[in-house]
């Protein structure tokens, strides 16, 4: 809880501006107000734990999206539409709801790929071509998502 009082307070503190003991001690009892409505409230405080991973995580992701991107416009404009639908099962061994629900969002973001479900521990996803699911099923992106989560790499 102390991390997410921490984190409210030092947001409250870049957005304001201002920093009058005033403002300073609105500040300070918005963020305490924000941590104790929180208190039951774990995946608030998975995800400021998590922070920092994600932070380093994301311009990974933002890379393969821009590459993703780059791949489909190349299938598209391609007058042979070399488009191979495929759908995989990724097998995550994360035990976090947290860190599912970020792969499966990562592999939904990036462009040629969806998550369509989760049966047994196994993400099911559809991918436009067989070497995007291959991609997908080698795991660069569920290892990175883990190290994020803190959990074992598959």
Request: proline residues 5%; charged residues 20%; contains cysteine.
């Amino acid at each position: 809880m102390g991390l997410l009082f921490g984190v409210c307070v030092l947001f409250w503190l870049t957005l304001s501006g201002h920093y009058t003991p005033l403002y300073i001690g609105l500040g300070l009892v918005s963020a305490a107000v924000v941590t104790w409505l929180n208190r039951r409230d774990e995946i608030v405080s998975d995800v400021v734990r998590a922070l920092p991973g994600l932070v380093r995580y994301a311009p990974w992701l933002l890379w393969q999206i821009v590459q993703s991107n780059l791949q489909v416009a190349r299938l598209v404009l391609d007058p042979r539409l070399p488009i191979d639908p495929v759908v995989v099962r990724v097998r995550t061994v994360m035990r976090q709801d947290l860190a599912v629900a970020t792969l499966a969002n990562s592999i939904t973001l990036t462009p040629g790929t969806v998550a369509v479900d989760l049966e047994d521990g196994e993400l099911v996803v559809h991918a436009l071509t067989r070497d995007t699911a291959a991609a997908v099923a080698e795991g660069e992106m569920a290892r990175r998502v883990a190290r994020v989560y803190g959990e074992a790499a598959p």
